[in-house]
């Protein structure tokens, strides 16, 4: 296969991936480590170097839009990004010693989780009750609504903090944003209204995968001819699904079709993890 | 009372707001910008990555891809892109820092600090590996 054609493959996946990662929001990176690697044959380490960067990409350009809404909780990402980096770090530095077949099979496990995941019901939750320490850390904000300014509160820091260093490691170690398992640390631990924990969760993962990109990019396994198609196009394929999503309100169905999608490439990861293929 | 310019967490919003999308815009343009080059010499090779052998010499250092940019070579470009990609959320940190410390914010300025440092630290846990 020449360069070109290549490089116009892995564009054309990526539009999709970051299509269908925006429209899921599992991410922009997610499916494309199953594409490039069960697709055309490209070693896990350059697909996970190149997954790294365009979530990078995505969460960085999604996070700007978001900030000047006012509705991510600076202070809270900046505090938890403490546990996220750390994690991300370990992450990247113990992926050297583990055979790529097991972390192929990490991979499909992940994301069959997060894609059963989003399809939760999201109930908007508000708490009020004050807690000790997220009072100390000024976590307890407010965030625009259609019906005026709502006041939250933030749950059992101690225990979402743990849970984020867990969501970094994966990051690091498996090239992806983590994002699913991020909210849900927000959401069910830390009792966090879900538009918050969303945004949050966005902003926080662009740092998180600077923390490991660092190592991946001095390892090598960045590649410029494989990233340069997946950040281009999972970045355009992510802006045209919010622009999607903007236009359909209920995207129920397509969340299904698309989680089902995830799942018949996460069973091939395993799949061939486990025949060692990978 | 005598100070009435007084930073918020608003003009913080919009500054960060700022810095990440300048920062996506650029390094993609810049990505781009050495893609077309790169395709456009060696196009018509045959892409081979299904065997990890790390990446190009000339690539693999900052200096080496400063170099690279100058003599104007694809890969060198978008490898620099990327880098500016990576330094996006990075930049992002230290403005916010910034931004803590114009609020007097000492307990943030410390946690901003900390993170840049647990990034740093993985730096040079990578040069080392």
Redesign the interface.
């Given at each position: 296969?020449?360069?070109?054609?290549?490089?116009l493959i892995i564009l054309v996946g990526a539009y999709f991936a970051g299509l269908i990662g925006s429209l899921t929001g599992l991410g922009g990176g997610f499916v494309i480590i199953p594409l490039l690697t069960l697709l055309?044959?490209?070693?896990i380490?350059?697909a996970i170097g190149a997954s790294l960067?365009s979530v990078?990409?995505t969460?960085?350009?999604s996070?700007?839009?978001y900030?000047?809404e006012?509705i991510?909780n600076?202070?809270l990402g900046?505090?938890l990004?403490?546990a996220t980096?750390?994690g991300?770090?370990t992450g990247?530095?113990i992926a050297?010693y583990i055979p790529t077949n097991y972390i192929a099979i990490l991979l499909g496990v992940i994301l069959i989780c997060s894609a059963i995941m989003s399809l939760r019901k999201k109930a908007e939750q508000v708490l009020k009750q004050q807690n000790g320490w997220a009072t100390k850390?000024?976590l307890n904000s407010s965030y625009p609504t259609a019906n005026g300014t709502v006041n939250y509160s933030v749950s059992k820091v101690g225990g979402g903090f743990v849970v984020m260093i867990f969501a970094g490691v994966l990051s690091g170690l498996l090239g992806i944003g983590s994002g699913a398992l991020k909210v849900l640390a927000m959401d069910s631990i830390m009792r966090i209204p879900f538009k918050v924990s969303t945004t949050t969760s966005n902003f926080m993962i662009?740092?998180t995968?600077?923390?490991?990109?660092?190592?991946?990019?001095?390892?090598?396994y960045?590649?410029?001819?494989?990233?340069?198609?997946v950040?281009?196009g999972v970045?355009v394929g992510a802006l045209s699904g919010s622009k999607i999503l903007v236009h359909t309100q209920s995207s129920g169905w397509l969340r299904w079709v698309f989680a089902v999608v995830v799942v018949f490439l996460a069973s091939q990861l395993i799949y061939n993890g486990i025949i060692g293929r990978i | 009372m005598a100070q009435k310019i007084s930073f918020k967490d608003t003009d913080m919003q919009a500054v960060i707001g700022w810095v990440l999308r300048i920062g996506v815009i650029v390094s993609i343009c810049i990505v781009f910008f050495g893609g077309v080059i790169f395709l456009y010499r060696h196009g018509h090779e045959i892409a081979d990555h299904k065997k990890f052998k790390g990446i190009p010499d000339f690539i693999s250092t900052a200096g080496g891809i400063i170099n690279g940019v100058f003599a104007f070579r694809g890969q060198a470009i978008i490898q620099l892109g990327i880098v500016l990609l990576i330094a996006t959320p990075v930049l992002r940190v230290i403005f916010s820092a910034i931004g803590f410390v114009l609020e007097k914010d000492y307990l943030y300025i410390g946690i901003s600090l900390l993170v840049l440092l647990i990034i740093f630290i993985s730096m040079i846990s990578g040069h080392a590996g």
């Open positions: 296969m020449s360069v070109i054609v290549f490089t055309l044959h490209v070693d380490h350059y960067v990078i990409a969460s960085s350009g996070a700007a839009a900030v000047k006012g991510t600076m202070r900046m505090f990004e403490i980096t750390a991300a770090m990247a530095i050297v850390l000024k662009g740092v995968a600077a923390a490991s990109a660092v190592v991946y990019l001095q390892r090598g960045i590649d410029p001819g494989i990233s340069m198609p950040v281009i970045l | -």
